[in-house]
Each structure stands twice: as structure tokens, then as C-alpha cells.
């Protein structure tokens, strides 16, 4: 029986190494953070600011239901990006790919607090916010992905778990710190909200940008993709490979994100849309923002994640957002890893989190905001999730240099048990 090796020893009494480890911490969750302050502050801007300011009021339901769309859009450009990114990171590498993806993202989002309004311009305002949700998309398409990539490439093999689940963590800060500053222009009379509060928090975004930036620009570039270049290795066309071989893998890491990502954006920023439509014009609306903000600050510090996990939907898309930061990259080959993360990341969020505000949306206008056929939505979710797990091959300590999927391997290959020293992946028959 022969067993599949695991990862070599990194040399963690190197200097250089804990000095590159330090760095590509905060370039991942720093650029995790960027990614989801912007995305959270989108989502909460299109519920009570976008859909009166960006569209006609001749029918506010529609108007709402048409910042959703424009909220979407920007999920349909995220595997376009994904896909372009993508196949630069898995030939040119990952370092290179994140500073321009952080640019692009954040640079997109800090336009927006220029915009124009329809009352100024017309048709040409929500055509400008497409455009720029277009391009903050397209960044975004690579942003996550190539962080996730990066910690687990960097990451001591033992704990890779946990550094892998490090950009979590800026998720986690980057929604709470939406949601905190959005709470907080909230509490300007409505005229002054709607007149420039709402363009602070995204004109802030460039802070963000250069603090990024700079951590990105003194970052080496991953052990693994070195030992890729040195071996000769990188890929040719990553991106039929991707769809040939590596599909399995796309396609299991999908199913494992519906209820995850779905969830994330169902509860953040629909959420809002509903509690506006069941109360009335009459809501404070910056009570629920509230809740987003506290949801936020539980989901940093994981041991409380795991104490209150009984809370409910908010600390359950937390649970599996940590344990997908290091599984997904396991799931696929040095050669294309960059890109098989980026399209299972990507085309699961336009499946999930993308339709969720549109879909959703429409669902609260023609139904008086029936919280039942939200849930019926949700349980789908969880339920192809739930299904996905079965697919799952075990891929703990897993060598990252290696070419081969692991969803790939045969049993003869990977062997049955799993211990400090070998690692088997089951598999799919």
C-alpha cells in the first residue's frame, strides 16, 4: 500500500521565513478586509441608499429591486475575474496578481463616492454604478481567492488551518467595519445622508488602498510557486486544464460554498430590505445595521464562534467559511491552484450570494415580505452544501507542491489511513 506525502518540513526557525509569514498575514487579511468593507458597504448602501438616489422613484419597489440587480452585476463579473486573474497567478504568481487586484477592487469602490446622482444625470447615474460595480467585480473575482491561496502556500504545514483561516478574519473586520461606519452616517438627518454622508465610507476606501498596497509590495512570493518555476512545471493552459481534469474540484467546492456564501450575503445585506418592507417607512435604519455590526464582532474571535454557534445563521456561515480557507486550496494541484480556487469561490458566488439580493429582492416586493419562502430559499442552500460534504475527499496536511488534484487521486495512490505522517484522500466512485 503506498501513501501520498505529505507536505516537506518548512523551515520555521528561518528569520526570512517568519519575516515572509508575517507579511503575507496582513497582505491576506488586509486585503480581506478592503474586499469586504467595500462588498458589505455595496450590499448595505443598495437596501436604503442606491435604490432612492441611482434610480427613478416612480415605483420604489422596482427601484429596489434594480439596485439588487446592479448588486448582482458585480457577482457576474466576479468569475470573469477569477478566471483572467486566475491563470496570471498560476503563471506570473501570486504576489503580482494581488497588488493589481487590490487596486483595481479598491480603486472602483472609492469612484463610486464620486458618482453622479439620477436626479443630476439621468440614466447615464446607475449606468456609471454598473460600470464601477463591474470593475469592483472583476477584482474581487481574484482577491479572496488569492489570499486564501497565499496563507495556505506560506502556512506551517501543521497549522495551516489556522493561517489559512487568517483571512477569515478580515473578513470578519472588514463587514464589521462596514457595517460600524454605516451605522454611524446613519444617524445624519436623512437629507445630509442622502446628499454626501453616503460617499464618505467609499471615498475612505483609498486609505484602505495604500495601507494594502504597501504590505503587498514587500511580499515575496510563495514557496510553493517557486518550487513550481524551479521544477519547470507551470502550466501551459491552465485554463483547460482547469476544466478538464481540475473540474471535479470546481464543482465540489462550489456545492461546499452555496450555504456559506448564500447565507453571508442573505443575512448582511438583504436583510435590511426585508426589515425596511415588514416595518414600513417608519424604520430606523440604523437598528439593523446594528445587528450586522455585533454579528461581525462575535465572528473574530473564532472560540466564541464555536461557544454560541447555537445562535444561528450568522455564526453557522462563519463555521464554514474557517475550515474552506484551507480545504480549498488542498483540493487542487501547484499547476492550476490559483484558478481552481477562484472559480469555485466565484461561480458559487454568483449561484449564491448574487442571486440572494436579486432573487431575494423580488421575493420581499410580490410577497409582503414572506420570511417563509426566504427560508425555503436558505434550506436549499444547506441542503446542497450538506450533500457536497459526502464529495469531499480528506486532504489534511497535504504536499501543496504537488501537480495532482487531490479529488483525483487514486486509492491505490492515496492509501487508507491518516496520520502525522501520511495523508490519503478518498476516492469519488
Given amino acids: 500500500m503506498t501513501t501520498a506525502p505529505t507536505a516537506p518540513p518548512v523551515p520555521q526557525d528561518d528569520p526570512e521565513y517568519a519575516a ?12 480581506s478586509a478592503l474586499e469586504y468593507f467595500d462588498f458589505a458597504l455595496y450590499g448595505l448602501s443598495t437596501a436604503l441608499i442606491f435604490n432612492v438616489l441611482f434610480f427613478s422613484q416612480d415605483n420604489p419597489a422596482l427601484a429596489t429591486v434594480a439596485a439588487f440587480a446592479t448588486y448582482g452585476v458585480g457577482f457576474l463579473a466576479r468569475p470573469f475575474g477569477g478566471l483572467f486573474f486566475g491563470v496570471l497567478g498560476d503563471k506570473l504568481g501570486r504576489k503580482w496578481v494581488l497588488v493589481i487586484t487590490i487596486v483595481l477592487m479598491g480603486g472602483a469602490s472609492t469612484a463610486i463616492g464620486l458618482l453622479p ?3 443630476a444625470v439621468g440614466i447615464l447615474a446607475p449606468i456609471l454604478l ?31 488551518g489556522f493561517f489559512s483561516a487568517l483571512p477569515f478574519i478580515g473578513i470578519q473586520a472588514g463587514t464589521l467595519l462596514a457595517a460600524v461606519v454605516f451605522s454611524l452616517i446613519s444617524l445624519l438627518p436623512e437629507d445630509q445622508l442622502l446628499s454626501w454622508g453616503w460617499r464618505v465610507p467609499f471615498l475612505a476606501s483609498f486609505v484602505l488602498i ?26 501551459e493552459r491552465p485554463v483547460r486544464d482547469i476544466f478538464t481534469r481540475g473540474l471535479p474540484g470546481v464543482i465540489v467546492g462550489i456545492g461546499l460554498r452555496m450555504a456559506e456564501n448564500g447565507g453571508s450575503y ?43 454557534v447555537a445562535i444561528g445563521i450568522g455564526v453557522a456561515v462563519n463555521s464554514m467559511l474557517g475550515p474552506q480557507c484551507a480545504m480549498l486550496p488542498e483540493l487542487f ?15 458559487s458566488a454568483v449561484l449564491a450570494g448574487g442571486l440572494a439580493g436579486v432573487l431575494g429582492a423580488y421575493i420581499i416586493a410580490v410577497s409582503g415580505a414572506n420570511w417563509l419562502l426566504l427560508a425555503i430559499y436558505m434550506a436549499t442552500l444547506a441542503l446542497i452544501t450538506t450533500a457536497s460534504t459526502f464529495l469531499v475527499p480528506e486532504t489534511l496536511r497535504r504536499d501543496l507542491t504537488r501537480t495532482d488534484d487531490a479529488i483525483k487521486v487514486s486509492r491505490e495512490e ?15 466512485r
Wanted: charge should be positive; aromatic fraction near 8%.
Fill in 210 to 235: 495604500l495601507l494594502a498596497l504597501f504590505i503587498r509590495m514587500r511580499l515575496r512570493e510563495t514557496p510553493t510557486f517557486i518550487e513550481l518555476e524551479k521544477s519547470e512545471q507551470i502550466a
Fill in 130 to 160: 454598473v460600470i464601477m460595480r463591474l470593475l469592483q467585480g472583476f477584482g474581487a473575482g481574484a482577491e479572496q481567492a488569492g489570499a486564501t491561496v497565499l496563507m495556505a502556500e506560506y502556512a506551517p504545514v501543521k497549522r495551516r
Fill in 414 to 428: 492515496a492509501g487508507e489511513g491518516v496520520d502525522a505522517t501520511t495523508v490519503t484522500v478518498r476516492t469519488i
Fill in 333 to 347: 494541484g501547484n499547476r492550476h491552484r490559483y484558478l481552481g480556487v477562484a472559480m469555485a469561490r466565484e461561480i
Fill in 20 to 31: 515572509n509569514l508575517r507579511r503575507a498575514t496582513l497582505a491576506s487579511s488586509i486585503g
Fill in 266 to 308: 442573505m443575512f448582511n445585506t438583504l436583510a435590511l430590505t426585508f426589515f425596511v418592507a415588514s416595518v414600513g417607512g417608519q424604520a430606523d435604519r440604523s437598528l439593523l445595521t446594528w445587528g450586522v455590526t455585533l454579528g461581525s464582532l462575535i465572528g473574530i474571535f473564532y472560540p466564541i464562534t464555536i461557544a454560541v
Fill in 117 to 119: 446622482t439620477y436626479e
